[in-house]
């Protein structure tokens, strides 16, 4: 078998960097990787993967949240690497286990632990219990200089603790923040 990993962070912890570079590691080598990205992800344009620092590709596949993959795409793949993948189901995160154990390709996940209210998507909570190996990409809080664990939504300004879960490329932003900055933030709408 090969791996199922999982690298999670907030927002801005660089990890669509840290997938890019994975990528390009694996080419410089003549390894073909293929990498899937959710289809709601449409921050920089449909199938395109972009870091903030400026490195790009095209993602191989798109997936809805409860797609099936056909395996036969995977010929010849010597890894599969995942953005976003805190919005895929749980089912098409056992597929990715599938395809590790049984195909013997490792696959490397990189998505957000929490949404907004700090409570875990449904793909992000599949990978903590399936994962071979589950590794924090860490980032420092907006605010201080703490470790950030929450996503803060702030819409119009205002720090929030409303609206939907996913509303990526919306007029909303999200800052990496820690507990103690989330809480202050949000003024006692959080415990
Ligand atoms: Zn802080």
């Known amino acids: 078998m090969a791996k199922l990993y999982f690298r999670y962070g907030t927002v801005g912890s660089a990890k669509t960097l840290n997938l890019l ?4 590691n694996y080419q410089q080598q003549n390894k073909k990787v293929f990498l899937i990205k959710p ?8 199938d395109d993967v972009r870091s903030r620092a400026g490195l790009n590709r095209k993602a191989d596949l798109l ?7 056909n395996y036969g795409i995977l010929d010849q793949v010597n890894c599969v690497v995942v953005d976003e993948v805190q ?12 395809i590790a154990t049984v195909m013997r390709i490792p696959v490397i996940c990189y998505g957000l632990r929490t949404d907004f209210r700090g409570e875990l998507f449904d793909g992000s909570k599949r990978l903590f219990e ?6 924090e990409v860490k ?26 879960i996913v509303e990526l490329g919306a007029e909303e932003k999200y800052l990496p ?14 415990f």
């Open 130 to 135: 399936i994962a071979d190996t589950i590794e």
């Open 177 to 190: 923040t820690c507990a103690g900055c989330y809480r202050n933030k949000l003024e006692g709408q959080y």
């Open 87 to 98: 919005f895929l189901s749980k089912a098409l995160i056992d597929q990715f286990r599938y």
């Open 39 to 46: 289809k709601l992800d449409i921050r920089f344009g449909e």
């Open 63 to 69: 997936v809805d949240s409860d797609s099936i993959i």
């Open 139 to 164: 980032t420092t809080c907006n605010f201080c200089d703490k470790k950030a664990i929450f996503n803060l939504k702030i819409v119009d300004g205002q720090p929030c603790l409303t609206g939907p």
């Open 21 to 24: 570079a994975v990528a390009h």
